[in-house]
């Protein structure tokens, strides 16, 4: 039996003196607490006496004439829930540097088939969360009230990811691997921004200090130096304007984005230069390419390995995520997932398979990234403490 708080006992007569023990439910209050209530019986009223019993007699608790209520809490193990969390973190780290990687090496097999892949992990990870959410519905998890959510916000938030999801693929596909990690972090500045204006959120000096940070850091890595030693030399300002906005879109968008995607493939193909009546053409060809047909597809060595490996990746991380996030506070869990960034710039400027070449960075480009990681640690440990403590 357990009493959440303390105040649901204030209306009972204070001439109450028999005792009892109550154990919580929290779980960080684990110890009785002790109560004084009548020693004789007969004094309670009748729902109260079939509720409460007597101490044993060789009770050790003390009657006082007034009720009383004790409780402690038990000083949780520091040490466990610190190895806890750094393994968390750690295992984190691992699946966001895996996921930032595979994403750029998915692409490389379906290069010219970005919205094809766009289409297949988005109807993928429908068809995988939806299965959960009906085995959690049918377990009595998920109540109808929960399934009762306006949805027009929803069907907002799918259009914006459906234009994020399908114009980062096309984007990623043509630009070096260690500049995406970098123009990705433009996502924080668009989530700022958006917030402010449409939601009138404010936010501290360190807060904006870090995002503007951010935005030089971003400019720095991707524009300083020669021509020639610039990491997006040789590659069309467009692409990496595409990027920016597709970070911007999934900025203001998390949920239900599979219809948007498959409705706005046509306008976004345009940006391939694909012709509307051209569209179920260029999908078989892509659902070639992803099986890796033999002698029917050419440029397309690693699939369809590579996609489902970014898949089944890309889910573990965002459990992962979830889990750090339980265990220890969104503070923790965003400056682990930060940490990911430098990581995954450095692996990706090694020659990986598929991708033999590499990537060569300039000093321009490292102090670049120095200043936009500096940015989102000081934005990070800007978040007020009162945010984690609810």
Not at 72 to 79: D, M, R, V, Y
Not at 291 to 311: D, H, K, M, R, V
Request: hydrophobic share 50%; with cysteine; glycine share 6%.
């Amino acid at each position: 039996m357990s009493f959440p708080l303390t105040s649901s006992f204030r209306s009972l007569p204070s001439h109450f003196a028999a005792s009892f023990l109550v154990n919580s439910n929290s779980a960080k209050l684990q110890s009785p607490i002790l109560m004084s209530l009548p020693q004789n019986p007969s004094s309670f009223p009748r729902h109260i006496s079939r509720s409460f019993t007597r101490a044993p007699a060789n009770s050790s608790a003390v009657f006082r004439s007034n009720l009383r209520v004790r409780a402690s809490s038990k000083t949780p193990n520091q040490a466990t829930d610190a190895k806890l969390i750094a393994i968390s973190s750690a295992v984190t780290i691992t699946f966001a540097v895996a996921n930032r990687v595979l994403y750029k090496l998915a692409l490389v097999p379906m290069k010219e088939y970005p919205f094809f892949l766009a289409q297949f992990t988005t109807f993928g990870y429908v068809a995988i969360y939806f299965s959960i959410l009906f085995l959690r519905y049918r377990a009595g998890i998920v109540a109808n009230e929960m399934l009762s959510l306006p949805k027009s916000r929803f069907a907002a938030i799918g259009m914006l990811e459906a234009l994020g999801v399908a114009s980062g693929m096309a984007s990623a596909a043509m630009l070096p691997g260690p500049a995406i990690p970098i123009l990705n972090q433009t996502f924080l500045v668009w989530q700022l921004l958006f917030s402010a204006v449409l939601l009138g959120r404010r936010y501290s000096f360190n807060q904006i200090a870090g995002c503007l940070l951010v935005a030089v850091g971003v400019i720095v890595a991707v524009t300083s130096g020669s021509e020639t030693s610039q990491v997006l030399s040789g590659i069309k300002l467009m692409w990496p304007g595409v990027m920016i906005a597709s970070a911007a879109f999934q900025a203001g968008a998390s949920i239900i984005k599979a219809l948007f995607v498959l409705l706005l493939l046509p306008l976004l193909s345009n940006l391939k230069g694909i012709p509307f009546l051209e569209l179920p053409s260029y999908l078989k060809s892509g659902a070639a390419c992803f099986l890796n047909l033999g002698g029917e597809t050419s440029g397309c060595e690693g699939a369809p390995l590579l996609p489902l490996l970014y898949i089944a990746t890309n889910m573990a991380f965002n459990i992962s995520v979830l889990n750090l996030l339980k265990v220890s506070s969104a503070i923790v869990a965003s400056l682990t997932v930060t940490l990911s960034v430098p990581l995954s710039i450095y692996i990706l400027s090694l020659p990986l398979p598929y991708l033999p070449n590499g990537a060569s960075l300039s000093p321009f480009f490292l102090f670049g990234t120095l200043i936009l990681m500096s940015g989102l640690v000081l934005y990070n440990i800007a978040q007020p403490s009162k945010a984690g403590s609810k």
